[in-house]
């Protein structure tokens, strides 16, 4: 038997502690390597990433991090969880989406994992009158009811409301949302709406079904016309706080008011950006609550929702990947609700087999991967926290902006919040186009040969406000493209690899470069020559070494046997008879789109 010491066993004992300069010493030797001289913070600064909203992540973070505290779950601010036993008690409710009447459907997702409906009604959505058929054989005492149903929301409140009476449930049992968000409606479509329903709603549920809220402030309007996570943050406070002063305005109370709204939230597959967003989100909303009198109401209710804009209709497989990593963000972060997006929602309505992965998906993280045992496992982190610290100053700053600009009803109207939302999203296609921001299947190792998944088309959603952005949709324009050739003609376009020297000089900028004209639609051709390809174009493939030796030679050879323009995969340089050059960092879309053009793929 070993008996230990009588101060224990430190593993660490014979090891002398190690500085922060230290390391950077060690970061320096490996920049070096790579050529750039750079010491001390630089050092670090060198391996940082420029994220969003003026962030940024360091490559390293300890104790000299500092972050404010974040409390206990269940007290102010409420960083770890409005609730003090999180969602150890049986995981997250897990909110399936419905916009469209299909038999059996509800059901089928209430006998296999779903806890809670989300039902888009009226326009876009179900109609009003189909209320009672969806929910036929629905024990509504025990499922929570969600509506979204924008301009109808009286009529589909009511209509839900009546349900609860004839079918005799306790008003007291009753759960869910009648989902009022004038706001966001006027975002969706640009055309506001009366906020006295709202109001009416809140009065009555405050007074008669304690387990109903009447409001949402629904953020995905501003995180699919291209927000940041920031700007997200800081107009779901701004319109919180717009419901707050209408509601107390209406003869509620404050702590009537606040726990009439529940805040719906965008959960990418940036792990952890969106653990931060839900913990600085209950941050922010407990100091709103702090500002108006009453910090015990100040326990935001969270809906965490897979992100529109993520998904993509070209191989939407990986969509389930994307999905399942933005779940597990949202179960880590805190959210009360989590709604998994099936993976063909890009396409149209979803089929049975994507419904059940997408409820199937919190089920494995929660009953398999356990994720829910622990309460705000990321907490005391120090990057998590360091970051939820930022994003939450950011937030708060965006907030107080909109604020100063007279609120987020004024802001919208005067298009400030539109003007906002595209100048973020303009940086961010330029990192889309660059490749900078990678997306599987799409612009990183596309699938030229894919069956195309085909779906029932989804009911137009409300527009006429903000607009619907996709990070797909300008490679998924170029293919469209390369479609409509392949349709009229037979085949894609074409370009012609040519490869210089032995494997090894010329694979990785082959595979780069087929990867690159992929992504547009083009289909690389590497068999043969160049006059048997039946392309127009080429790319010259290989080393810095022979390419110095032989790229003019070739690029003349490439002319004289009909090719009308000649890349280069490598940066750019001086060779005669190139045309241009792709690269890691290029604009692939204006190159894509550029070839696409001299081909006339039209």
């Known amino acids: 038997m070993t008996v230990l010491p009588d101060d224990g066993l430190s593993l660490a004992a014979e090891f002398p502690d190690a500085t922060h300069e230290q390391w950077h010493h060690l970061v320096e030797g490996v920049l070096r390597k790579s050529g750039k001289e750079v010491s001390g913070e630089a050092a670090e600064d060198a391996l940082s990433t420029t994220l969003e909203d003026g962030l940024r992540t360091r490559p390293l973070y300890t104790t000299r991090d500092a972050a404010p505290d974040p409390g206990l779950p269940g007290f102010a601010p409420f960083v770890r969880g409005g609730r003090p036993e999180g969602n150890t008690r049986g995981g997250w ?49 025990l499922a929570p009811v969600v509506l979204d149903a924008g301009r109808d929301v009286a009529a589909a409140a009511e209509a839900l409301l009546r349900l609860y009476e004839e079918r005799g449930v306790d008003p007291k049992a009753a759960h869910g949302n009648l989902g009022a968000d004038p706001l966001g409606y006027e975002a969706r479509t640009g055309a506001p709406l009366d906020f006295a329903p709202a109001a009416a709603l809140a009065a009555r549920c405050a007074e008669c079904h304690p387990g109903l809220r009447a409001l949402t402030v629904d953020a995905l309007p501003y995180h699919e016309a291209g927000g940041s996570a920031a700007q997200e943050l800081g107009l779901s406070l701004a319109t919180g706080v717009a419901y707050l002063r209408e509601l107390t305005e209406a003869g509620l109370t404050v702590e009537q008011a606040a726990g009439q709204l529940e805040f719906r939230y965008a959960a990418t597959a940036d792990q952890f950006l969106t653990i931060a967003k839900l913990r600085a989100a209950r941050r922010l909303w407990a100091r709103v609550a702090e500002v108006c009198g009453a910090p015990g109401a100040g326990a935001q209710t969270q809906h965490a929702v897979t992100s529109p804009v993520m998904m993509t209709r070209r191989d939407p497989w990986v969509n389930m990947l994307r999905t399942t990593v933005a779940t597990l963000a949202a179960g880590v972060g805190g959210a009360d609700a989590v709604t ?256 696409l053009d001299r081909m006339g793929v039209s």
Not at 99 to 110: I, M, N
């Open 93 to 141: 409710d897990v909110r399936q989406r419905h916009a469209a009447a299909e038999d059996g459907a509800v059901l089928t997702d209430l006998e296999n994992g779903v806890t809670s409906l989300w039902l888009v009604l009226g326009e876009g959505g179900i109609p009003v009158a189909s209320l009672g058929k969806v929910l036929d054989g629905v024990y509504l005492d």
């Open 340 to 595: 998994v997006l099936p993976f063909d929602h890009g396409l149209g309505l979803p089929d049975a087999f994507a419904r059940r992965i997408a409820r199937n998906t919190s089920t494995i993280l929660v009953e398999e991967s356990h994720l829910a045992r622990v309460i705000d496992p990321a907490g005391g982190s120090w990057y998590v926290e360091r970051l939820t610290a930022e994003l939450a100053e950011a937030g708060w700053a965006y907030f107080r902006a909109i604020e100063g600009d007279g609120g987020p009803a004024a802001a919208l109207r005067s298009g400030r919040i539109r003007t906002d939302l595209a100048t973020t999203w303009a940086q961010r296609s330029k990192r889309l186009a660059k490749r900078r921001e990678p997306v599987t299947g799409v612009s990183e190792f596309p699938l030229l040969a894919e069956k195309p998944v085909e779906r029932e088309p989804a009911p137009e959603p409300p527009s006429g406000g903000l607009p619907r952005v996709r990070r797909d949709e300008a490679f998924e324009a170029l293919r469209a493209r390369s479609d409509a050739h392949l349709a009229a003609t037979g085949a894609r376009p074409r370009i012609f690899l040519a490869t210089i020297g032995p494997a090894a000089a010329y694979t990785a900028r082959a595979a780069f470069a087929a990867n690159l004209f992929q992504a547009g639609g083009i289909e690389p051709v590497t068999e043969g020559g160049f006059q048997d390809s039946g392309a127009g174009e080429a790319v010259l493939c290989s080393s810095d070494a022979l390419y110095a030796e032989q790229a003019a030679q070739t690029a003349e050879f490439l002319k004289a046997s009909g090719a009308r323009h000649v890349f280069l995969a490598g940066r750019p340089a001086e060779y005669a008879g190139v045309d241009s050059y792709v690269f890691a960092g290029c604009d692939a879309v204006a190159v894509l789109s550029a070839t």
